[in-house]
């Protein structure tokens, strides 16, 4: 059974860039069975979709950060990963990793999720 | 901008009928917007309940069902129960491999 794990720092300055990976195991990575997201959550609020990344490679970002965002696949540790530049308060949030079986439009399995605050 | 409108709150007696709807902020969600229902309690990551507008994933109650009612996607839980307490989020596909979610709603049993 998929399972996924986010990782990274909890806490953030403002200006740098937030870098969360999230581990994929009971299923490869490079499987075109799968296709990967991410999902944030700021306090108190709601889900926003930050990204995809698909089997292909291609990516999708939320227009509202897709100037800041960038997701990446590593195979060789069977990782899919986030990168959010320049971040600010508005930046905090738990941060879930999700996947997707290809052909259909669901976020299947999610993440426990990480919290991750910007402040200096 | 696309938005995707949820109510705020709700509430249902134990036992009742209640119906959560998503709509969009201008035109008609269809079966092709793949409407998909998430529940998620405090502390706790999202679960999935309903996807492809009335699909239940594995393990979900059928006292959860999921249909286009009007111009909305819908969510009815029947026999509602304590547990059944939580925030309830819908999101639609929008094409291009891009997704928007609703506000959520949350919904209270008493």
């Known amino acids: 059974q998929l399972q996924l794990q986010e990782s990274g720092p909890g806490l953030v300055k403002p200006s740098e860039t937030l870098s969360l990976p999230c581990t994929v195991s009971?299923?490869?990575?490079?499987?075109?069975?799968?296709?990967w997201g991410w999902i944030r959550q700021p306090p108190g609020k709601g889900l926003e979709w930050i990204g995809s990344?698909?089997?292909?490679?291609?990516?999708y970002y939320n227009p509202s950060l897709e100037s800041r965002v960038t997701i990446s696949v590593d195979t060789s540790k069977n990782q899919f990963s986030l990168k959010l530049s320049s971040v600010t308060a508005a930046d905090t949030a738990v941060y879930y990793c999700?996947?997707?079986?290809?052909?259909?439009?669901?976020?299947?399995?999610w993440g426990k999720g990480t919290t991750v605050t910007v402040s200096s | 901008q696309t938005v995707v409108t949820q109510e705020p709150s709700f509430s249902v007696s134990p036992g009742g009928t209640v119906t959560l709807t998503c709509g969009l902020s201008?035109?008609?969600?269809?079966?092709?917007?793949?409407p998909s229902w998430y529940q998620q309690t405090p502390g706790q990551a999202p679960r999935t309940l309903i996807y492809s507008t009335n699909t239940r994933s594995s393990g979900v109650p059928d006292r959860f069902s999921g249909s286009i009612l009007g111009n909305k996607a819908a969510l009815t839980i029947t026999g509602a129960q304590a547990d059944d307490e939580s925030d309830y989020y819908c999101v639609l596909y929008m094409g291009s491999g891009r997704w928007v979610f609703g506000g959520g709603t949350k919904l209270t049993v008493l």
């Open positions: 201008s035109g008609s969600v269809s079966t092709s917007y793949y």
């Open positions: 009971g299923g490869s990575i490079s499987s075109s069975t799968y296709y």
């Open positions: 999700v996947s997707f079986l290809r052909g259909t439009y669901y976020m299947d399995v």
């Open positions: 990344i698909y089997y292909s490679g291609s990516t």
